[in-house]
């Protein structure tokens, strides 16, 4: 039954597909002497198509609607008719094989109109022969090496021949010529698809024989319903191609038929005597002939639409979806009348839910070309009302190129529809220019862009700058993101043509009184600041996702430009802005940014450009005169760092003003130093903090004479430590004066210093580190922190491998005493680490600075740790919280150990083994509770993790890793303690036990054996442990022992070869070679708060006969690791071996999408169809972490 036209136009969006049923009857093909009893049927003329197609906008293409007789006759016309005789071909002619074409089409480089033409040929001569020779090498490009033959043809259904095809397919491979990958797919595919059009384009005369596309389009639908992916994905996609060459003979025959009606109707309205009958029966006969082509098209491909695609366009396979909807937009682009309906272009909406996003992009794609015409928007209304809300959601895909597409399609529908969108709608999109993929962000700026222009009712171009700058305070300030003004920039920069960069009106806003609040004040000179820094550095962002790329030529000059421009704007107008705003803390923040993008030899290039320095140098001195915020003191200290750098000819003028500038502030320090000294005073106290703030900001950026200002902080510091009268601010100015100072004495060192003031050098940092180390532990935190921080800093300059490349600074090392060790430590267990959930914190943007704030201080000590400052076996206090604190901080102290690890394996393996003894002898000295125990056991299988996939170069580390777990197991019991008790330890241990090797797990069960006494070999946990080591054959001895024990016969092993004889005895040598003692000596329990003494976490010296007397090349000692002085160069790998529950964490900013309706993907050989859902395209997690930076 075929499908009427108001059918094929329908809209029904909440009924499915109904099952179609082809028209076309898949019956045997019918004897020569049934089709001899056929009338003739009339001859038909063609007329050459020489009309051009507009695939832009297309005639009408009518689909009419036709009778019972009539669709009986479409019926009839669809199946394959009985052949005529055969003819006999001349021996002497060039047969077309199959593979010929296959080549052809595969190489991408043979000319494929001469193969079609070629064929076309051989079809001529014998259409039997020439069909299949056809459907070979449709066989061939399905990949399967089965032929079909001219009996199977003549006496086998089409679908009896499709089983066949089907068994001779090689289906133990799921390759096929369009499973490839790169190029060779690229050429196969375009091939083929160049074929597909070829074979339309030269067949016109041929479609209306009721043989060749009848009989080629009847296999291909019995093909695609296939379940061999190979034929179903070939198949189709060879018939939706067949069928856009169709639609484009369509559209020509249309064009043909308006231009002999015209013809009719222009003949047909001359008088009686002027008309030419004979032209008008031609005329007539021409009509009627092109009205029956145009029908059996119609049939022809209503037939394909609803026998292939309704069923291929919701495909298990992406790549068939993606074909079908490609094709559908090729379609309803070349033939809108035909195609551009409710009921073809709702497949678009239903595929926007796709789970991939490669059919959504296509979608999404075609919906933007459709919109693009203004003829086609009145047809979209329905569509646009429907599925206007998906895509607004769809501008949070987790497919960023998906949501770009998706934003610039909102424009289209905003600009091109009447009603577009509200403005509800529009702020969804307005909130995409603060993301972090700059793609997307362009894309709603753009957007954002095209809303606030259209706002502007102005026509003078000043005056259209300024209200367009007016109207983007406006929304920056509703927008509540006041920090965030460099994102709105960059995501407008590539939008705008002249606005962000017309500093002339900005500046004329902010000197000139122009009626500005100044919330707007301050809106305009960050975004103005935020222009400049985008002009000048054209580097997006941070966070900001981008592909770098290097500046060419021309941007560099574009650049180049731009600074030289926006210098000789600023240069006299920067003073003004400055003293106009010089108490408004939040603005000159901002203007001390905007020297930073000068050409700063514009100061030297002229005469008057020097008075304008000096107003500038005058300006900053006299801001950090009058100015005590962090902020405005830390720019004013960068600006400094610049001015007095000494490629520029006028640093010497810069550092003399900032020098006399210091010694005032120093002479006024010193002066109310004695008061200080003598007692607290709140006022005295505040105004010498002051005074060391300004001073630090001034010494953090340019080295000046601190040493006599040195000596004053720390007689300051250690009166008040020992008086206890602590003001926050006056401590940590002082502190950082002389951390400061420490750093400047450590970089500017002569290469040839003397001894004594080697030792000068480093008793102050001696003293200074004992200043800091009796600050951990006050009840300030301000203080706190710093003197972390500080600690941090001062030892890492300090270090072995800051020194050890000069020789005659060696003596500069500073190593850190046990207790300051200690006390660092304890600062991590009281402050870092600690639960966060009890802490009054304002709201959400405190809590996340606070937890900055515990990383960088988390990632400062791990340091020390990596670069050799402090042994590692102190990082037993930072490991044992991996589980615990893994979301927070997981992804610092994974990076810790894997670093570790590349230092000293054996080493690191053994620290994790202590950070798990430690943790079990506390947990001895509590109660001991089964959730206690899980935890550890949950610690030490994510420690296990971390040992990679590569089981062989973590063998030897392993084995360490166990040696010292059973020893601990087995250590003799000290006084007052029951018999044994860390044996329950060896059940955690064996989470360590699956990343062992088979020959390892062999010889550590006689390990185990000789440290075990034979009482204890019965206890649970040895058991536990046991089985552990047996491995995989245990678990296969328990599942048949409890099957039948007496019904299995004993597996007798066989013998070991001669080459595993070998391997055995290496493993044992390197197992039984060892210089490391029994087990590392643990580390303080320095968490403040602990009540338990320490703990000794391993005592026991047993050893392995070879142990004695080994020669061992391990660095020998964890001693020789916490040395330094040997220490190896860091290697950074990137490392891609994570399991789940190694993930980091993430954050999310984009909200999860709807559900969608498609089918799942499938393998090589499954059903083509499937109505189950499908899981809904959810937004991605991204978050990035620079460690260590």
Known sequence: MTMSSEEFHSFDLSASDEDFELPVELTKRKKQAERRSLPPKRPRRIYPLSATLNKASSPVLSMPETSQEEQSSQDRSWKPLPRTGRRALNSGDKAVSPKDIYDSVSSGKSDLLTVVEDWLDYYKKGREQGLLVLINFIVRCCGCQGVVSREMLDSMENAEIIATLTKQLNQESARYPLSRTGSSLKRFRSGLCEFAHMLVRCCRSFIYDDYLFPSLFSLLT??????????????????????????????????????VQWRYRLEEGKSKEAQDSERLEDLKGTISELLENKEELSSMMNATFRGIFVHRYRDRVVAIRAACIEELGVWIRTDPEGFLNDGCIKYLGWMLNDKESVVRLQCVRILRLLYQEKGFIGRLELFTSRFKKRILNMVMDKDYEVAVEVVKLLLQIHQSVEEGLQEEECAQIYSLVYTTNRSLACAAGLFLYTRLKSMISSDNEKDINSEFIQILISFHIQSGLHEQGIYLVDSLWDAVDSELKDWECMTTLLLQDTGLVNKEEDALIELMVCAIRRAADPTPPIGRVHVKKGLNVKQKKTQEHSRRRITAHFIPLLTQLLAKYSADARKVHFLLQVPLYFDLDMYSSAQRMEKHLDQLLAQICWI????????????CSKLINVLCSDSHTFSSRSYRAFSQLFDSLTECFNTGLSELMQGPADDDDFN?????KRIAALVSGKNLSTGRLFYSCMDLLKTRLESRHLDEELVVAALRCCALHLMWAKVTVPSLPSQDEVNHLKKQACSFCKICQVCLSLGQAEIRDQAFDFLCDLLMIYSPKAVISEPALQNLYHRPSDSLRAEMAGFLLDYVFS?????????????????????????????????GVIDLTAATDVFKYYDKCFQDFGDIIKETIMKTKLINPVLSARTLCLT?????????????????????????????????????????????????GIRFAFRAPQEGEEQYPNVAFLEILSEFSFKLLQQDKTHLAGFLKSQCPSALLSWQSVSVYWRSLEGTAAKLRDKA???????????KHQKTTTRGSHATSRKESRLDSSSIHGGLPTPTLTSTAQKQPRIVACTSDVLLESDIGSDSTELESEDEFSSGSQMPDLILTKRSNSTEDDKEPSTSLLPPMEECDVEQEEPMSDEAESDSSSVPPSTQHRSVFELFN
């Open 222 to 259: 019995g093909l695609s319903d296939s379940q061999v992916r190979a034929f179903r994905h070939t198949s189709t996609l060879i018939a939706i191609k067949l069928m856009s060459g169709l639609v484009e003979v369509v559209v020509a025959v249309s064009l043909q038929l308006q231009t």
């Open 624 to 635: 950090v005169e009058k100015h005590t915020d962090k902020a405005v003191l830390e720019k």
């Open 688 to 692: 010498a903090a002051m005074t060391l």
């Open 835 to 867: 639960d966060t959930d009890d802490m009054e914190l304002e709201d959400q943007e405190e809590e996340i600075k606070l937890r900055q704030k515990k990383r960088n201080q988390l990632a400062s000590f791990c340091k020390l740790v990596i670069y």
């Open 916 to 964: 798990i003894q430690q943790l079990y002898t506390e947990m001895l000295t509590e109660v001991v509770s089964k959730k206690n125990i899980d935890e550890i056991r949950h610690l030490a299988r994510k420690l296990a993790l971390t040992f990679g996939n590569n089981l062989v170069n973590a063998c030897k580390p392993l084995v360490y890793l166990h040696m010292d």
């Open 1041 to 1051: 022992e409890a099957v039948s024990p007496q019904a299995i016969p004993v597996v």
